[in-house]
Antibody, heavy 121, light 106 residues
């Protein structure tokens, strides 16, 4: 069974940093591109960042470029998101999502349960 | 590329046939996916490539369209279908989502 479990969320002050983790199991992690998608309270979905299976290709939404860094450790079946210079508008539930190898690139076939990041003084 | 879903919310009854529309600001061929999200839960992939049903998704869900206009249809609403639905375009790699359509019980 595919499982994605996020951790690392919490309350942080504006300008602060946080590192999110996503532990993957039930599939060959090293064969899949992985993504972070966020959802502000009561709002819609926003794609944040993507990393290819071997970390060769990395993409960011304009809203986080220069502040967030995505990475992965295939030996540990883990995905990470380092978030720096956090702003109030980064407050959201952050989901780890697996990219389908059957559908078009950027289609997410499995999602974690999410971890809440709150940026507030 | 902007995606506009309509309606933003919808009230329907169990057994109804429901259609949700997603319009893209420019042509995206068939590069569109649909997701279902229930309160407090992660989104779930329903349909990709505009009309291909994801494995395990009930056949009462169907998708159609290409270019700029797409629809998600639920042929006979079941109690577990009341949720928020999002479309997502995959034409550009920085895939964007529609604003969502909340489907509520009448």
């Amino acid at each position: 069974e595919v499982q994605l479990v996020e951790s690392g969320g919490g309350l942080v002050k504006p300008g602060g940093s946080l590192r999110l983790s996503c532990a993957a199991s039930g599939f060959t992690f090293s064969s899949y591109s992985m993504n972070w998608v966020r959802q502000a309270p009561g709002k819609g979905l926003e794609w944040v960042s993507s990393i290819s299976s071997s970390s060769s290709y990395i993409y960011y939404a304009d809203s986080v470029k220069g502040r967030f860094t995505i990475s992965r450790d295939n030996a540990k079946n883990s995905l990470y998101l380092q978030m720096n210079s956090l702003r109030a508008e980064d407050t959201a539930v952050y989901y780890c999502a697996r990219e389908s190898v059957v559908a078009e690139a950027g289609t997410f076939d499995y999602w974690g349960q999410g971890t809440l990041v709150t940026v507030s003084s | 590329i902007q995606l506009t879903q309509s309606p933003s919310s919808l009230s329907a009854s169990v057994g109804d046939r429901v259609t949700i529309t997603c319009r893209a600001s420019q042509g995206i061929s068939s590069y569109l996916a649909w997701y279902q999200q229930k309160p407090g839960k992660a989104p779930k992939l329903l349909i990709y490539a505009a009309s291909t049903l994801q494995s395990g998704v009930p056949s009462r869900f169907s998708g159609s369209g290409s270019g700029t206009d797409f629809t998600l249809t639920i042929s006979s609403l079941q109690p577990e279908d009341f949720a928020t639905y999002y479309c997502q375009q995959l034409n550009s790699y920085l895939g964007t989502f529609g604003q969502g359509t909340k489907l509520e019980i009448k």
